[in-house]
Each structure stands twice: as structure tokens, then as C-alpha cells.
């Protein structure tokens, strides 16, 4: 099967950081599973990359969920308490909740850097948002999940395990997967689940700005981890797939405090990219 053919109707999800990117394959193919989704994020108008959280979630409609815009900065604790209770008392309970809110651009400054090349602004800015907003959500968002038996899905990266990027990367990521296992511990007595996915290389739209070659393919080179081909690339709903399969899945709780490559994933239940292809390019 190409996509997937669960439906989410009647379910409620948050997907943080979801103007662009990741989050919003993640929250397109939610809605189109038929999901209510709360769009988050901090772009209300249009920036120096594409996106909004209105746009997603006008984009939601259109593909027969329901899509919610809400402007939060999960660098603010009240903000994003706010949220939630905005959340319970418009549904009194969460489905799934999404992590995915990263500050990419600015975490594109120092990739390929050495770790004394990396100023520790960059270890706040990193650890900030994409590792403490995760927990401050989740917090957050407990008590909505435990009535629903929900999903917590952390969106990390194989810079848990092998060297990308840099080190505060790779340190911040391997923090990622250890707060999902003792999210998962802390839940076993409960129906709700946590789990790391694993996006390979996305075509993000920061990375569609990279310019074609002589030869007309686009490359992305990164220091001491290669070059790719943008072609060959996951779009950002592929992850996104992966989420509504979990979502769907009545024997999820087995994947629990574990991450998982999205690939293998697709392998496991059956979907694909948009393309039809399975791409491997973690």
C-alpha cells in the first residue's frame, strides 16, 4: 500500500513544530487519517522559510481532518501549559502527542563543526528546543494522554547512536531516545505509549533550497558524513505515516521506550513515501 489506509477520526493530536518541516508531513497525513490536529508553532505569518501553522492547518481541511492553528513558543513553559489546557478543555483528552519542535536553521550554523568550534550558546539553543520543550510537553500533556491511552512519539534522529553533525547533535538526540525509555518505564502500569522514530534525510524545505548542480541534481554534502542526493531523499510525510501507523496499531505497546527507524517501520506495516519507495537513506 502506498499510504495507509487507517483512520484517526474522532482522534486528537498535537504535533509540535508543525508550520514546516517534518511536523507538518507529520500533521498532513494525520489529517488525512482523519485526525483533529493541533498545529503548533511559531510562525503566524510567513518567513524566510515557507509555512505558518495556518497554512498546515488549512491544509488538514483539505485533506479531511480537522486542523487546528495554535501559536505557542515551547520555549515558554506557560505558553505551552496553556496549550494543553486549551486542549483539555475543548476535548478533555489527548490521542497522540508529537514532539517534533526543532530549531533547525539555527542548528545549521555549526554543522560539521568540531565540539571547540561549537560555542555553548549552541548546546542551550539545542538543548532548549528539541529536548527540554519535549519533556515540558509531555508533562504537560500526561494527564490528557493517560485518559486516552495515547501515543507519545519523540521525533529523534540515528545521531543517538553514530556520529552527525556535531556533538551537542548527537548528545542532544541520545538524551532524546533516554527520556522516551524512562517515559516508557514510567508508563508500563498505563495504556499509554512512547517511542523514538527516526527520520533518514528528509527534503525539508531548508533543504530544498540548495541549489541544482551542473548536472541538475541538488547534493547535500555534510562534513565528515558524505554527500546525498536530494532525489533520493524521505519527504516530510513519510515520517508522518509511520506516525498514524502507530497510532492505528492496538499492539503498539510493544514498541514502547524503543526507537525505530522510519524505514523499517514502512517495512513492518506496510506503507511507503508518497512515491511508492521505501526510502534508506539513514
Known amino acids: 500500500m502506498s499510504g495507509t489506509p487507517h483512520s484517526l477520526k474522532n482522534r486528537i493530536a498535537v504535533v ?10 507529520i500533521a ?3 489529517g488525512a487519517a482523519g485526525a483533529t490536529v493541533y498545529v503548533t508553532g511559531r510562525s503566524e505569518q510567513p518567513g524566510k522559510l515557507p509555512g505558518t501553522v495556518h497554512e498546515t492547518a488549512a491544509q488538514i481541511d483539505e485533506l479531511g481532518g ?8 515551547h520555549g515558554d513553559d506557560e505558553a505551552t501549559a496553556a496549550l ?4 483539555g478543555t475543548e476535548h478533555d483528552r489527548l490521542d497522540v502527542l508529537v514532539n ?3 530549531n533547525s536553521p539555527a542548528a545549521a550554523r555549526w554543522l560539521g563543526r568540531k565540539f571547540w568550534d561549537v560555542p555553548p550558546k549552541a548546546w542551550d539553543e539545542t538543548f532548549r528546543i ?41 548528545i542532544a ?25 527516526w527520520p533518514g534525510l528528509v527534503a525539508t524545505e531548508l533543504l530544498q533550497l540548495v541549489p541544482a548542480d551542473d548536472t541538475g541534481k541538488r547534493v547535500v554534502t555534510l562534513p565528515g558524513e558524505g554527500s546525498f542526493d536530494l532525489d533520493e531523499a524521505e519527504t516530510p510525510r513519510f515520517a508522518g505515516r509511520a506516525v498514524v501507523a502507530l497510532a492505528a496499531d492496538p499492539d503498539r505497546k510493544k514498541r514502547a521506550g524503543n526507537a ?3 524505514a523499517d517501520l514502512a517495512e513492518d506495516y506496510g506503507f511507503t513515501d508518497i512515491d511508492g519507495r521505501i526510502p534508506r537513506t539513514d
Open 260 to 262: 525505530w527507524k522510519v
Open 130 to 170: 528539541g529536548v527540554r520543550s519535549h519533556y515540558v510537553a509531555a508533562v504537560y500533556a500526561a494527564p490528557l494522554l493517560l485518559k486516552a491511552g495515547g501515543l507519545i512519539v519523540n521525533v529523534s534522529s540515528p545521531g543517538a547512536q553514530r556520529a552527525m553533525h556535531n556533538a551537542v547533535y548527537g
Open 66 to 73: 480537522t486542523g487546528i492553528p495554535a501559536i505557542c513558543d
Open 16 to 25: 509540535t513544530g508543525a508550520s514546516r518541516g517534518i511536523g507538518k508531513g
Open 28 to 30: 498532513l497525513e494525520l
Open 173 to 197: 538526540k541520545t538524551a532524546l531516545d533516554r527520556m522516551t525509555a524512562d517515559f516508557a518505564r514510567d508508563l508500563t502500569d498505563t495504556e499509554v505509549t512512547a517511542v523514538s522514530i
Open 84 to 87: 494543553f489546557e486549551r486542549i
Open 100 to 102: 517534533n519542535v526543532y
